[in-house]
Each structure stands twice: as C-alpha cells, then as structure tokens.
C-alpha cells in the first residue's frame, strides 16, 4: 500500500510510518517538523523565509498587524502547492488534524480537494487540538478538569489560549467541516479525543498511539544518593500542560527532601535532545491536564521512567488495569507534592512502576501493532 501522512505532532506519523514500513508499505511524510522539535519529514513545507532572520520576524508581525495576513501561512501553503505532483496515487492520505497543512484557509481547502481528487481515500487522526474536541471541552466534558480549565476559571488568559480556541472560530469550523465530509473516518488516538468525539458518526474505535519501541532501550536507572526528577517546558505549552503546577509541586517536596532529590529542568529543547535529556532521571513530570499519556510521556515509560501524567479512572478503566504504569497528575500540586514523597520514600516501588510502565507501552502501544490496526480500519473503507 502507498501511504502518504499530512503534518507532524510529537513523532506520531514518524513512528506510525516506521511500523507501516516494516510491515512492508511505502510511506511519505509532508509536514514542517513541528517547529523547533525539528521531526524529520519526506516533503517540508516548512515556511524558512518567513523566518530567515528578526528583521523579516519583525516585518511579518508589522503585516500582520495591519492587515490580519500571515505571511507564514501564505509560504507553507505555496511550497504545499509547488510540491503537489508528488502526492498524487496514495491509496491512503491521512492528516494528522483538520489544519495539517496550516496554511491560509482558502489554501488549506484547495490542498484537500487536490489531495481528495488525486488519491483513493482520506483519513482524519485525532491526536491533538482540533474542532470537536475544543468544543467538547467549552460544552459540559465528561471529565473532572482539562487542557481548558485555566482558561475557564480566569477568562483573562484567552489571548495565551487563543492557538486554541482558533479551532472554534467560524472560519475553522468550517474547515473542520469541510474536511470532516471528505475523509472515509475520524481516527482518535487516545482517551481525551476519544471522549471528545463521542456521538460523531464517523468517529472509528480508539487506535493507541505508536511508540517505536526498538529504538527506546528500557534502562531502570539505579536509586542510590538522590532521586532524579526531570521537568521539561515547553513555554507555548506552559499553562496548558500544567507546568506551574509541577514547579510548585517541586518547591513543595524540594522543602521537606532536599538532601534526597535532584531536579532537572530543561526548556523548549528540539525532540533529539529531549529524549536523551532524561536518560539518567528516575521520574518525568510530563503533564497534567489530560486523561490519557501523549507522546513524550509513552516513550519515556518505554524507556522504564515513572511518569506523571494523565493515568486516572478513563485510562484504567479503558485498558482494564489493576496496577500502576504511571502516576495520575492531577491540578493540585499538594496531590503531585504527596505522590512524590511516595516514592521517594520507598524508591522500590519506582523499579515496580517502571517494569509495568514498559510493559503496557510492549503491549498497547508497540508500532508493529498500531500500523497493523490503522491498515485494519483504512482497508475496511477501500
């Protein structure tokens, strides 16, 4: 099978296009990297001009201004446009979100009928921010607290949310929609999108996320001085992912065991250097409003660390768990300080929790078997 992936998040399409290829398919990945994550991709679209230097960061920012235009977006979309021969006849093209090229909205709609009228099927992921899901969270959501809830509870902090909240506008609902009509289904990938995409007639079952687990050696580092603690920010993500409740977690715990913990705090770091930034860390603090594990989170449970993220009664009930593969972090930081202290003073259960944790990545998340589950569902509509 002939398998084009539209737009990157966390090393998702890399790793679903790594078992696909085991598997014996052909695989081409267009996208921008992410940013500074830096992921590799087939055919960029990434927009270098626009950000070539200050002075031309400077004068997209002055066009905006007065104009609404970005001229990033216009780049992206004309060097999505120049590039289109090469994604003609794929049996299947998959787009990792309703706006994977990211390109103006007008374009972006271009693109997908380009796309729909030159390939056999289109498929929808849902594996990050998108229509349904925002609009679930705004609505009455079926969970306690959610990647909104800051915003919810002080309205002041809609500019920082607005990457977000963009996705509920009219200009991108309709995008949703427009696109929503073209794919054969919707493919949510974890607990949260799931939950969001209740009642959607062309929502599938829930296929975890990939995880590449032949790259990712299971290393259980031993406990001896200090337990190291590794906390990794993304600034753009900062409020969202919950990392101010993580650092008064840390200055809480920090009071009470100083002399017994090491912390390490690492910033907006490309995804190569992130991975091996945690390598000598018994326990990640990844985030807290979700109700399932993301990326960075899966790979660092594979790699045999104590994860604090969204592992609460959705997750366990979900996969019919009756131990612990991670630790539930929940907005209360004297929740997060208290379950810190758990383990720091009894560390075996930190070699307890990582042997599980690699367990249930081997069994639910492997990247052979995902790739086997999407050609289940994409064959199922060829």
């Not at 979700?290 to 969204?310: C, I």
């Amino acid at each position: 099978m002939k398998i084009l992936l539209i737009g990157e998040y966390s090393r998702f399409h890399n790793s679903l296009k790594e078992g696909l290829i085991s598997l014996g398919h052909s695989v081409t990945i267009v996208g921008s990297g992410d940013d500074f994550k830096k992921y590799p991709v087939d055919i960029s679209i990434a927009p270098t001009r626009s950000k070539a230097n200050w002075f031309i960061t400077k004068l997209r920012h002055a066009i905006y201004k007065f104009t609404k235009t970005d001229i990033l977006l216009i780049e992206t979309g004309n060097k999505f446009w120049k590039q289109r021969e090469q994604m003609k006849g794929y049996d299947v093209v998959q787009f990792i979100n309703s706006w994977s090229i990211r390109t103006t909205i007008s374009k972006e709609k271009k693109c997908i009928a380009f796309l729909e009228q030159h390939n056999k099927a289109l498929f929808l992921s849902a594996c990050g921010t998108d229509t349904p899901w925002i609009e679930s969270l705004l609505d009455t959501p079926d969970v306690p607290y959610h990647m909104l809830t800051p915003y919810l509870k002080d309205s002041s902090l809609k500019s920082y949310y607005a990457p977000a909240l963009k996705y509920v506008t009219e200009p991108h609902k309709e995008l949703y929609t427009y696109i929503e009509s073209k794919v054969k289904a919707v493919i949510p990938t974890d607990m949260d999108y799931h939950i969001g995409l209740q009642g959607h007639k062309k929502a599938t079952t829930l296929i975890p996320t990939p995880i590449h687990i032949d790259r990712l050696a299971y290393q259980q580092v031993p406990v001896k001085n200090k337990i190291i603690i590794f906390h990794g920010i993304n600034r753009s993500n900062y409020l969202k992912k919950g990392n101010d409740i993580f650092e008064e977690a840390l200055r809480i715990i920090n009071k009470k065991y100083a002399s017994k913990i090491e912390v390490i705090t690492v910033e907006s770091l490309p995804y190569a250097d992130y991975i091996k930034a945690y390598d000598k860390a018994h326990i990640l603090l990844d985030q807290i409003y979700s109700h399932d594990q993301g990326y960075n989170a899966l790979e660092a449970m594979a790699k045999g660390k104590v994860v604090f993220t969204g592992a609460g009664t959705h997750f366990k009930e979900h996969y019919g768990l009756d131990h612990q593969v991670a630790i539930d972090a929940t907005p209360d930081p004297h929740q997060i300080a208290d379950a810190l202290e758990k383990l720091i003073v009894n560390p075996e259960r930190i070699q307890e929790i990582a042997s599980h944790a690699r367990a249930f990545v081997e069994t639910y998340h492997d990247h052979h078997i995902i790739a086997q589950k999407y050609l289940e569902i994409w064959n199922t509509y060829l």
